[in-house]
């Protein structure tokens, strides 16, 4: 077999595996048998970068940086549907439609994916364009990020698709992707987001597609439209899509059901309602349409919606109970959470006793009151929130909350910066849960990942007075382990190991486990290598952190305010005396062949991975910007570069270069 066949065989093989892992969620090979062949397609598409397709499942990861979304006309209007909310409304729906409608009538009940909606354009089976709905008549174009979406098929099965059609469906985040997301941007010191549609709409709306390709965004299709007259029933059409590879409920799961009665369709609706939090991503409703396409032809639309579709919304289950206790919870880095504590009740499949009030603002919308009746809702949040009271239950001695001006844990007075929703403790280097979580945070998995010391060893070192922040571990001896409850001989020497241990960690994650609010591991990653040391990050100003790719005016205030700090500088200090990386490894050659250039990387390259490239061009002193402009000074272009941004270069006489040009532009030095 040569290579090319090799590749194609694999890139065949490894979209049929994302296929039977996302979609059909029946994976028949290994995590890590599907890496081995993805690397061999990448290091075989290397070698052949004239056989690069945009399609290929070496694709899925993302790269490529959307500054500004276009905005696209749709084809069809993106109508929304009308909604219903009781058995009533849906037993009018369907005598309208029978009014109009002569005999039979069947209805696919659905549900109602709680996401974004997306119409994706294919041409040839091949992925074209993703454009959300925006106001229904235009969207914007993220064709880019929807592309990374592993369960959207880049390719069509089979052969019996037409040339060119649309297919609409939601994209949304997972249940479990959600919590795993929200608790790395806590971890971060990012706000969480609210609910796993803000999660899923943020995410669509990167500039970075490859930070999109990490997220765990999934899909359902529910709607294929063509200009050709393709099937008779809306039914079919989603076993089809099924068969082209798009992720559609499947009967044998209850997801879609083809009803002919009321009594069939509240089968469905009432089967949902109850179970609907079993399943892993959120719905909010069922959605209901007339099954035949003759018969939805005749019934038409309504300015806003289609007279053959109806939603049925569930109703929020909210539950009634009492306000006992507001308590203030100070995070890591110092965010002030007020906590409503309420009498347990049961709602959503659970007992509930604590419920978010995220803020000051929000306290004060409700007025809330200690002993007031209070409603919690579960919606599209994990935990629960207070919607509101019931005034009629008020006690008339009751008093406004007021909200705490000190630090409940060490008294220091709150800060709450002007925009900003939160209240913060500023003393990060005196208030016991900031000193604890931030020692949490060092030694987490994707910090220093220290072995053998967790969350509750950490509190009792504090409870026993042998350390106040992380760099005091380092100081740890193995009888200090020993004066702690849990501790015998064995597990104190691999405690003080694991410590040891750490000094392997590169420097970019020691400098993630700093904890500097605002640095997140891609910042912590993107600084480590701009700056390639501690010192240099220290040293740069705060317009100079500016300058770096993607590093704003929030997070370089933040990392200029943590290097004022003599604490953290003493911190540090020690950290490096106890051997811990303080600048990148393999730094390669500093020089100042690009000073000053701005430059746009695009493509695929035959010796350099994108990021290389990058990296070089930081090192030699230049800038690379995402997307050309009239300052940009050069476009280095590998294969498959787009062609809108070729034209823009063009037009702008930006020169292009190739990686050869770059080579020799860096051993040359730039103009000489
Ligand atoms: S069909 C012409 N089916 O609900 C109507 N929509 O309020 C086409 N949605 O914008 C929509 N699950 O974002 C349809 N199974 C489903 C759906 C669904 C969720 C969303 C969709 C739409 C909104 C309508």
């Known amino acids: 077999m040569t290579e090319k066949e090799r590749i194609l065989q694999l890139r065949k093989e490894l979209a049929d595996h994302n296929y039977r892992y996302y979609v059909l969620d029946n994976p028949v090979v290994s995590d890590y048998d599907f890496d081995m062949l993805l690397e061999e397609l990448i290091r075989l598409e290397k070698k052949h970068p004239e056989l690069y397709d945009p399609n290929s499942p070496s694709q899925r990861v993302g790269g490529d940086v959307t500054k500004k979304f276009e905005t696209v006309r749709h084809r069809y209007p993106m109508l929304s549907l009308s909604n219903t909310y009781n058995r009533e409304e849906v037993e009018d729906f369907i005598r309208r439609a029978q009014k109009t409608i002569e005999g039979d009538m069947g209805f696919v009940c659905e549900l109602k994916y709680d996401g974004v909606a997306i119409g994706i354009r294919y041409v040839n089976g091949k992925l074209d364009r993703a454009v959300t709905r925006g106001d229904g008549t235009q969207g914007d174009d993220v064709t880019t990020n929807v592309r990374t979406i592993r369960s959207i098929p880049l390719e069509l099965h089979g052969e019996d698709y037409p040339e060119d059609f649309e297919i609409r469906g939601e994209i949304f985040m997972t249940l479990n992707g959600f919590a795993q997301l929200n608790s790395d941007r806590e971890e971060a010191g990012y706000e969480p987001f609210a609910n796993p549609r803000n999660a899923a709409s943020g995410t669509l709306k990167m500039q970075d597609s490859s930070i999109v390709a990490k997220r765990p965004l999934d899909s359902f299709l529910y709607f294929v439209l063509s200009d050709k007259d393709l099937f008779e029933t809306h039914f079919e059409s989603i076993k089809k899509a099924g068969e082209w590879g798009f992720k559609v409920p499947l009967e044998k799961d209850h997801r879609i059901r083809l009803a002919h009665s009321v009594d069939e369709i509240f089968e469905f609706i009432n089967f949902w309602d109850e179970h609907r939090h079993d399943l892993p991503f959120e719905i909010d409703g069922v959605v209901i349409k007339v099954n035949r396409y003759d018969q939805q032809e005749e019934l038409g639309f309504t300015a806003k919606s289609p007279r053959w579709a109806i939603a049925y919304k569930f109703k929020a289950e909210t539950a009634e109970t009492i306000l006992e206790e507001v308590t203030y919870q100070v995070g890591r880095t110092g965010a002030i959470t007020p906590v409503a504590n309420l009498k347990p009740v049961r709602l959503a499949g659970t007992t509930v006793k604590r419920a978010s009030l995220y803020n000051q603002d929000q306290i004060e919308k409700l ?78 998995r994707r910090a220093m990942d220290v072995d053998g010391l967790g969350t509750e060893t950490v509190n009792a070192l504090f409870d026993a ?59 912590a990653k993107k600084l480590a290598r701009h700056y390639g040391s501690i010192d240099a990050i220290r040293n740069a100003g705060k317009e100079e952190l500016i300058e770096v790719d993607e590093i704003g005016e929030r997070i370089a205030g933040s990392v200029v305010d943590f290097m004022a700090d003599e604490r953290n500088l003493q911190n540090i200090e020690r950290l490096r005396e106890a051997g811990l990386q303080m600048e990148i490894e393999d730094q390669g050659e500093k020089g100042n062949a690009l000073e000053g250039l701005k430059i746009v990387v695009s493509g695929v390259f035959k010796n350099y991975e994108r990021d290389e490239l990058k990296e070089i061009i930081e090192r030699q002193g230049g800038k690379n910007v995402a997307s050309v402009s009239s300052k940009t000074d050069y476009v280095l272009a590998g294969d498959g570069m787009g062609p809108s941004k070729r034209k823009k270069a063009e037009d702008l006489g930006v020169p292009i270069i190739t990686e050869e040009d770059f080579e020799r532009m860096i051993e040359e030095g730039h103009g000489n």
Request: contains cysteine; aromatic residues 8%; negative net charge.
């Open 465 to 523: 007075g042998l350390i106040r922040n992380y760099a005091d571990l380092y100081a740890l001896s193995k009888e200090d382990f020993l004066k702690l409850e849990k501790f015998a001989d064995r597990s104190a020497e691999n405690a003080v190991e694991g410590i040891k241990a750490t000094v392997e960690i590169p420097f970019e994650r020691v400098l993630y486990a700093l904890g500097i609010r605002y640095v997140g591991e891609t910042v």
């Open 367 to 444: 007025d809330l009151r200690i002993g007031d009746h209070v409603f919690v809702e579960k919606g599209g949040e994990i935990i629960p929130k207070v919607t509101g009271v019931d005034l009629k239950k008020r006690k008339s001695d009751s008093q406004p909350l007021v909200y705490p001006t000190n630090c409940p844990e060490c008294g220091t007075p709150l800060e709450r910066k002007e925009g900003e929703a939160l209240h913060y403790c500023p003393n990060d280097s005196g208030c016991p849960p900031q000193l604890r979580g931030k020692v949490e945070h060092f030694i987490s």
